[in-house]
């Protein structure tokens, strides 16, 4: 399980999210940042200082943003 970053990020990146990370599993692709979902240990940390709410854990995902969690995979080869 881990975190997930949505789409209000994209074209926002503003990316407080990878100051705070403990694990560094936060890195920025071309439109959005991404959390690694294999390294990710579920800390909150980044939820919390996101300035537009991007930021979900697994469980709290809404529908129209599961993809997002397949689009992190994709980006770190985790398939
Ligand atoms: Fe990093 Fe914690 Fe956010 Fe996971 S929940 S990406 S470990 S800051």
């Known amino acids: ?9 994209i074209d926002e ?5 990878v100051e705070v990370c403990p694990v ?7 439109d959005q940042f991404y959390i690694d979902p294999e390294i990710c240990i579920e800390c909150g940390a980044c939820e919390s200082v996101c300035p537009v709410s ?3 854990h ?10 997002y969690l397949e689009k992190a995979r994709k980006f ?3 398939e």
Do not use: W
């Open 1 to 9: 399980m881990s975190y997930v970053i949505t789409a209000p990020c």
């Open 76 to 78: 770190f080869g985790r």
């Open 58 to 67: 697994e469980d709290d995902l809404l529908d129209e943003d599961l993809p």
């Open 13 to 17: 990146k503003a990316g407080e999210c």
């Open 24 to 30: 560094d599993c936060i890195e920025p692709g071309d």
């Open 54 to 56: 991007a930021i979900f």
